[in-house]
Nanobody
């Protein structure tokens, strides 16, 4: 049974930082790419960042230079460090394992002006 459990969301003022975590189980974590997506109210879900098993990273243009995705294979956990947050970053953030097509339950991030 694959499980992806996110944590670390919350409310922050613009310019602040948050770190999201996603703990994975039921997969060979070190062999899997992992990704973060987000969905704002009334919007489609969009890719934020991806990290491959080789630690290659890809970012959406809207978060480049502000967000950092990383992984700790010993803890089966992927992180999203979010700095210089903007109100437009407000969304539910989802952890995703693309090779097995599993989603986490999501964690709310709210950035106030």
């Amino acid at each position: 049974q694959v499980q992806l459990v996110e944590s670390g969301g919350g409310s922050v003022q613009a310019g602040g930082s948050l770190r999201l975590s996603c703990a994975a189980s039921g997969i060979i974590f070190s062999s899997n790419s992992m990704a973060w997506h987000r969905q704002a109210p009334g919007e489609q879900r969009e890719l934020v960042a991806t990290i491959t098993s080789f630690r290659t990273t890809i970012y959406a243009d809207s978060v480049k230079g502000r967000f950092t995705i990383s992984r700790d294979n010993a803890k089966n956990t992927v992180y999203l460090q979010m700095d210089s947050l903007k109100p437009e970053d407000t969304a539910v953030y989802y952890c995703y394992a693309p090779e097995v097509r599993y989603w986490g339950q999501g964690t709310q991030v709210t950035v106030s002006a």
